[in-house]
């Protein structure tokens, strides 16, 4: 296990670079000799497509928040291009996408990704064309549509249009697809692919999936449980752009089995959670 | 695997064509519909007959069904105007109540010192049979309106601060999460997301506190009986006169009230809450 393991980004300033350094958290009420996050550090460089992936309990989710300055932590320090993840915020420079698609059922699909536009308008961003996004989802006719109907997927691709709507610089994705069907959950991974080479943006994406790490990402971050920590970063050296044909390759199998062999010895790493029986 | 013709978005399967926008209800029969409506017919007739039969025996515990009638039809402005006197009298008491348990319920989601204060207080105030106070009030307030709106006031205020600050508070977490990474305002939290959030739970209160508001009106009511008008004061003349004809026709007048803001409520209820999912139980 390398504690403090090396990936791209390491000859790149900090405002070229979401920075997470020996950053430790404990949940209130949690054990604290096995923190959520423990000395977590890590590099991802902009415009980069990163993964998190690791068995329930490793504190990915967690990461995501603190990148997304939703959650505090004890000590350590994270940075998102060279200012803390609130200041991002407030300049309406993190786009979200929640497990579930977290839109107001109240507004109709064009107004659902137009919020972003209507909320803190101090920080002056100026957004997509609703229906430009719409169209990018392949939405393009659905907009005077409510939540209610539509479809699980049609959901999601609505919350993804809404995070892209203000060109975030990060885009976090916290297992976006993980309620979806595997037809579905395809699609929408290689649409998201091609909105986000067109966008040119930072994606954070946290999934239970080998197979869905490893077809988006330019690195995949595996980490191990109790307490959280990073096991090890693997690059994926896969061409870009990614289609159907690629995702179906021998080399891509090959990159999945090595995905596989680190999670094995990360969850090896931690300790076995609490609620399972020994056997 | 090398350089290939970039491939694009693969469309997502296309299904079957979505609902048209305010789907209507399948499996529910049309209220025209026999099915629909013989049973209830079949048990008003069987009530009819009961109630036909007790009053041919015991005048004195209930009137014909006839005089009933007569009652309202020779002298309908008697009723419509006294069941106006009452309806307004609890429609402004509900305004009052409820809209100041509105207000309170949004001051005390976001101040929470507001909340530990006030709330020992409010619950009180809920177990405490307030139509007892109608006589205390009109020793206060006189004869007037003013006895009577406070008292529906009252009532209406609880079940509807209750409901508010719950509604307020289901909020799901990924869409607050949302908010905050975009830096919403409270303001901007509060508008765009807490009280639409709280609409179903704040018209769940109000089908509630309507008909109560026509409880608190009559009870009130009651107290100043023989100063100013209302249905309330139409049934204990006529009580204490034995016209019992005239106590259920008031009766009758106040059931009709009744229905009528249930009817109103539900109304808005399809308006404004048709993305919610009390309003399509059937459809899905």
Redesign the interface.
């Known amino acids: 296990m390398t504690p403090f393991p090396t990936n791209s980004g390491e000859s790149r300033p900090a405002s070229d670079l979401i920075r997470v350094r020996d950053l430790t958290k404990t949940y209130a009420g949690g054990d604290p000799s096995r923190p959520a996050l423990d000395r977590v550090s890590i590099d991802i460089p902009r415009r980069h497509f990163v993964s998190l992936i690791g068995p329930s309990g490793c504190g990915k989710s967690t990461l995501l928040?603190v990148i997304?300055?939703?959650e505090g932590y004890d000590s350590g320090e994270a940075t998102v291009f060279g200012t803390s993840p609130?200041a991002m915020?407030?300049?309406?420079a993190?786009?979200?996408v929640?497990?579930?698609p977290?839109?107001?059922?109240?507004k109709n699909v064009r107004r659902n990704i137009a919020?972003?536009q209507?909320?803190?308008r101090r920080?002056g961003r100026g957004g997509e064309d609703p229906d430009d996004l719409l169209r990018m989802v392949?939405l393009g006719e659905l907009g005077?549509?409510?939540?209610?109907?539509?479809?699980g997927?049609?959901q999601q691709?609505v919350a993804i249009a809404?995070a892209f709507g203000?060109r975030p610089e990060v885009l976090?994705m916290d297992e976006p697809f993980s309620a979806l069907d595997e037809?579905?959950r395809?699609?929408?991974q290689?649409?998201l692919l091609?909105m986000w080479e067109r966008m040119a943006t930072t994606v954070v994406f946290v999934t239970h999936s080998v197979r869905e790490a490893v077809t988006l990402s330019d690195e995949i971050v595996v980490m191990s449980a109790r307490p959280g920590r990073i096991h090890e970063v693997l690059p994926v050296d896969?061409?870009r752009?990614r289609?159907?044909?690629?995702v179906n390759?021998?080399?891509?199998h090959a990159m999945e089995d090595r995905v596989r062999a680190s999670l094995e010895s990360a969850w090896q790493a931690g300790a076995a959670p609490d609620d399972l029986v020994a056997l | 695997m090398t350089t290939q013709t970039p491939a694009r978005t693969v469309p997502a399967p296309s299904r079957p064509a979505p609902p048209a926008r305010r789907p209507r209800r399948r499996g529910n029969r049309s209220p025209f519909h026999p099915a629909t409506w013989t049973p209830a017919v079949a048990v008003l007739l069987l009530l009819g007959a009961a109630w036909t039969a007790v009053a041919a025996e015991h005048p004195y515990i209930l009137p014909e069904l006839g005089e009933v009638g007569t009652a309202l039809v020779t002298s309908p402005l008697v009723f419509l105007e006294n069941a106006w006197r009452t309806l307004r009298i609890a429609l402004l008491g509900a305004l009052i109540g409820a809209g100041s348990a509105f207000v309170l319920a949004l001051v005390m989601s976001e101040i929470p010192v507001v909340r530990r204060a006030l709330m020992p207080f409010a619950v009180v105030l809920n177990v405490t049979p307030v139509v007892a106070l109608a006589p205390p009030l009109v020793v206060a307030f006189g004869f007037g309106m003013t006895p009577k709106v406070v008292v529906t006031a009252i009532i209406t205020f609880f079940p509807v601060l209750i409901n508010v600050a719950t509604g307020l508070r289901s909020v799901p977490p990924p869409v607050l999460h949302v908010f905050e990474t975009l830096h919403a305002s409270r303001l901007e939290v509060l508008l765009r997301l807490r009280i639409p959030s709280s609409l179903p739970y704040t018209l769940a209160a109000l089908r509630v506190v309507l008909p109560l508001s026509i409880v608190g009106a009559v009870v009130a009511e009651f107290v100043t009986a023989g100063s100013s008008g209302g249905l309330g004061t139409v049934i204990s003349n006529a009580a204490s006169t034995a016209r019992l004809d005239f106590v259920y026709s008031a009766i009758f007048c106040l059931a009709a009230l009744g229905v009528l803001l249930l009817a109103l409520v539900t109304a808005i209820e399809h308006r404004l809450l048709f993305w919610h999912e009390s309003q399509r139980r059937a459809s899905s």
């Open positions: 928040r997304a300055g939703l609130k915020c407030a300049n309406k993190v786009g979200l929640p497990q579930t977290a839109l107001l059922p109240w919020l972003p209507k909320v803190n920080a392949g005077h549509r409510y939540p209610h109907e539509l479809s997927g049609q691709r809404r203000m976090l037809f579905t395809e699609s929408l290689l649409q091609a896969l061409p752009p289609d159907t044909a690629l390759s021998p080399r891509m």
